[in-house]
């Protein structure tokens, strides 16, 4: 029974991982009730799962706050342009819907928004993860994020595919709400880490790879 119990347990670890994943994934959507902290509490929310999560480094509230508060003026400032043009995007797409049943032509570009819509939430992904790897501007932590979007598109279409289809999932099994949130990040992490790898620094890129492998 105590060895049931150790930390080294490969039950135990997973059912660490779950409690970190469920608790992160609260602490996110309390933090994002505001909508205009979306934005920072989504990039703690990332560097949360990369350096407690993954990497084991920290304590998980502290590792979220102290992320919250450094990143909390450049976050906010790039989300909130990003926000209003999902808004305005979502928008669109409702008032194209309603000319698709009357008919109208317009309702041709439905697919167009559509594409623009998972798109972006592709790009904030890319955003909030690099606001938390890396420092910047808030110009910088845009364009940068938006070049990664656009230079991986294979990696870029596994990433929405992850988070729509996990999403779709929730429709299936309501109850996995609770951890889609870090769990999406969690798993979608492996894929923009492995973006961020190819543009690093030959030290940077073997310090991460080794890290990351020992942990992983």
Partial sequence: MKRFFSIDNPVMRVLVKLFDVIALSVIWAVFSVP???????????????????????????????ESFKENFKRSTLAWLPMLAMILFLIFDIITIRFLIKNGHP???????????????????????????????????????????????????????????GLAALILVVPGLA??????????????????????????????????LSDHD
């Fill in 106 to 164: 317009l309702g041709a570009i439905f697919g167009v928004l559509l594409v623009l819509l998972l798109v972006s939430a592709v790009w904030a992904q890319f955003l909030f993860a690099y606001c938390a790897r890396f420092d910047g501007t808030v110009k910088d932590s845009l364009r940068y994020s938006f070049y990664l979007l656009m230079a991986h598109p294979l990696r870029s279409i596994g990433i929405m595919l992850l988070i729509f």
């Fill in 35 to 65: 909508i205009f902290t979306i934005g920072t509490a989504s990039t703690a929310l990332y560097a949360t799962v990369y350096h407690h999560v993954r990497l084991g480094e920290g304590y998980l509230w502290k590792t979220f706050w």
């Fill in 178 to 211: 609770i951890l889609y949130p870090a769990g999406t990040v969690w798993i979608t992490s492996y894929l923009i880490e492995d973006v961020f790898i190819k543009h690093m620094s030959d030290d940077d890129r073997e310090r991460t790879k080794q890290e």
